[in-house]
Every structure is written in structure tokens, then in C-alpha cells.
């Protein structure tokens, strides 16, 4: 059974700072792995893919992965209230097509 | 650049009734994924078409079918509604060759069963 784990939160942080974002995965082989974000009431929207170990930045978010110690995890900069939301994390095996999702952390960005 | 769509956006069912819902991928996408997303969980993966055939499924009962057609949109049939089939149901549009797989989600259909 390949787990994604994500903390529920929610995560609380003041405006301006660093949110950070953990994800562990069971599944050694692994390939891609993917951050959405998801308002209440809406759709999933991806916002990061990171397939090598290492960093990968996008604006104010940088994806970090992990693959010896499973984790992945994403980074937010310069946080703002319009952040605030439920960021799901997914994983996809080499052996599979779809990736599979953990429960989302919810943030939330107080002014 | 046209997103993602599924119809309709909403929809109230009886129980023991069938459904059916649309998606139409993004241009340039030829896969289509269709998930279910219970209040407070993750996606939950029912099945993946490609080249109009079912390339994979999930853990999901038969009563859940599916379509491709040849311009790559696709339709879930839910059959023999339960109360438990509540929840908004998402497309996800990809390319389907080698490759990473980034999957672009539609807005979603809220299906209520009463």
C-alpha cells in the first residue's frame, strides 16, 4: 500500500514569514512528486512538480525533495493571506500512472 | 490556452438513480483521470483513460464506468446511487505518453445524493 502522509494542521503562520510544508511517502521507487493547492470549495491547482533530488523555486515557493529519506516538502516565502489554503501533496511510483494524494495540510496566513 | 472543464457544476441525485458527468481535457492533453474527493480528504483515484480505453483503475466498484471519446473528452457513469457516492468528483487532464505525467484538475462536479 503506497501511504503519502501529509500533517492536517492546520499550520499557522503570521503574514510575511516562511511557511513550510512536509510530506513523507512509503514507496522507495518513487519518480514524481507534486504540490496542489486547494481553496475551499474549489478544484486542485498544481503549483509544483520536482522529479530530481534537491530544490526547485518557483516565484515565492520552492519545492525540496528528498528521495534518501523520503520526504518532500514545500516552501513558501513572503507569505500572504491569499495563502491560505489546503496544499495537497502526490506521489506517483515508477510504476504507475497516478499519483497518489495525501490528506492536504491546511495553512492559514493571519494579517 | 482552454483549461479543464466538467459538467455540470452541481448536481442532486436520488438514491438507486444513475449519473453522468463530463469532462473535457486541456488542449493538448489526451489522458483523463477521474477522481473522488470526500469533504476533508485527498483525491481518490477511480480510473485513468487513454486512447479511449481504460488504462488504470482504482479501488472503486463496477457500478463506477467510464468513457473516452476520440476528442479525448470523457464522461463517469455512476449507477445505482448511494448516499456515500457524495462528494465532488474532478477530472484531470495530462499528456499520455512517456513522461512525468503533470495532471491539470477541472473545477469539479458536487454531486449530492439524497
Known amino acids: 500500500q503506497k501511504e503519502v502522509e501529509q500533517n492536517s494542521g492546520p499550520l499557522s503562520v503570521p503574514e510575511g514569514a516562511i511557511a513550510s510544508l512536509n510530506c513523507t511517502y512509503s514507496?522507495?521507487?518513487?519518480?514524481?512528486f507534486f504540490w496542489y493547492r486547494q481553496y475551499s470549495g474549489k478544484s486542485p491547482e498544481l503549483i509544483m512538480f520536482?522529479?530530481?533530488?534537491g530544490d526547485k523555486e518557483d516565484g515565492r515557493f520552492t519545492a525540496q525533495l528528498n528521495k534518501a529519506s523520503q520526504y518532500v516538502s514545500l516552501l513558501i516565502r513572503d507569505s500572504q493571506p491569499s495563502d491560505s489554503a489546503t496544499y495537497l501533496c502526490?506521489?506517483?511510483?515508477?510504476?504507475?500512472?497516478?499519483?497518489?494524494f495525501g490528506r492536504g495540510t491546511s495553512l492559514i496566513v493571519h494579517p | 490556452d482552454a483549461g479543464v472543464t466538467q459538467s455540470p457544476t452541481h448536481l442532486i441525485k436520488t438514491r438507486g438513480q444513475q449519473v453522468t458527468l463530463r469532462c473535457s481535457p486541456k488542449?493538448?492533453?489526451?489522458?483523463v483521470s477521474w477522481y473522488q474527493q470526500a469533504l476533508g480528504q485527498g483525491p481518490q483515484f477511480i480510473f485513468q483513460?487513454?486512447?479511449?480505453?481504460?488504462?488504470q483503475r482504482g479501488n472503486f466498484p463496477d457500478r463506477f464506468s467510464g468513457h473516452q471519446f476520440p476528442n479525448y473528452s470523457s464522461e463517469l457513469n455512476v449507477n445505482a446511487l448511494l448516499l456515500g457516492d457524495s462528494a465532488l468528483y474532478l477530472c484531470?487532464?495530462?499528456?499520455?505518453?512517456?513522461?512525468?505525467?503533470?495532471?491539470?484538475f477541472g473545477p469539479g462536479t458536487r454531486l449530492t445524493v439524497t
Open positions: 484531470a487532464s495530462s499528456r499520455g505518453g512517456v513522461g512525468e505525467h503533470e495532471q491539470y
Open positions: 520536482i522529479y530530481s533530488n
Open positions: 483513460y487513454y486512447e479511449e480505453e481504460e488504462r
Open positions: 488542449s493538448g492533453h489526451d489522458t
Open positions: 502526490a506521489v506517483r511510483s515508477g510504476g504507475s500512472y497516478i499519483p497518489t
Open positions: 514507496d522507495r521507487g518513487s519518480q514524481s
